[in-house]
């Protein structure tokens, strides 16, 4: 989430990457037929008080302080990169449904999508149908339910089988397409790990956040909940 605005080099200002902007308006179109909360993501981690405006477009579905001091429980727009993919219900246009999803592998939401914790390459071993769907405009359905019992049989051991496959099935990519150096086979060291406990009639939730590495494993985020 947070490497939709990058700071080039030498440069005062963010500047939108607008592949993964792409990307990520069609992964809303895909879960709830909407995207307009793409703009709010990029007002709440951009650095000025100016609400974002999509090129050619006469609306925005971004907000500034404006916005969100005028609520009922009033707080400032963060104009920084999320801390926790938990702050995402904050923004304007993500409700409790975009957030969470319905459950389940047919209807997820943002937080089981995305992360803040990644180098923005996706593992086309373990990513969601919704997510390869919207990695390029030919992956449909179809497509996408052979790559996944493709690999649930014998997973992609390099990038290159997962392009002959698409290929194979109709999806044309161009030589300087993104999709080229946006993928990976690589596991992923990061986990989310979600814990309930139940103890004398209280309920608690614990959602963690763990980073591996070669001799132990790190906690980078938790957060309980009663």
């Known amino acids: 989430v947070n490497k939709l605005l990058i700071k080039k080099e030498n440069a005062k ?7 993964l902007d792409e990307r990520m308006r069609t992964l809303g179109e895909i879960l709830f037929n909407e995207s307009t909360f793409v703009d709010g993501i990029i007002d709440w981690i951009d650095l000025d008080d100016d609400e974002y405006y999509p090129p050619q477009a006469s609306n925005s579905g971004g907000a500034e302080d404006s916005y969100y001091q005028g609520l009922r429980k009033p707080y400032p727009a963060k104009d ?14 993500i409700n409790e449904h975009f957030y969470f999803g319905e459950g389940g592998e047919e209807s997820p939401g ?18 969601s149908k919704q997510v390869i769907m919207s990695l390029h405009p ?6 996408v339910d052979k ?11 390099t ?26 086979i690589k596991s992923s060291g990061t986990f989310r790990v979600e814990v309930a406990v139940s103890y004398e009639g209280v309920n608690c939730f ?15 985020y938790s957060r309980w909940k009663c």
């Open 147 to 157: 790559i996944i019992e493709q690999r649930q049989n014998d997973p992609f051991t």
């Open 13 to 19: 200002e963010l500047k939108l990457d607008q592949w």
């Open 159 to 184: 990038v290159k089988d997962f392009l002959n496959l698409i290929r194979e099935n109709g999806v044309k990519i161009e030589r300087n397409d993104r999709i080229l150096i946006a993928l990976s």
């Open 110 to 127: 943002l937080r089981d999508l995305l992360t803040i914790y990644s180098d923005g390459r996706i593992n086309v071993n373990t990513a």
């Open 138 to 143: 030919m992956l449909s359905e179809p497509v």
């Open 80 to 93: 920084r990169k999320l801390d926790s993919l938990a702050e995402l219900i904050l923004i304007k246009g």
């Open 206 to 220: 614990m959602e963690a956040v763990l980073q591996r590495h070669k001799d132990h494993t790190e906690v980078i």
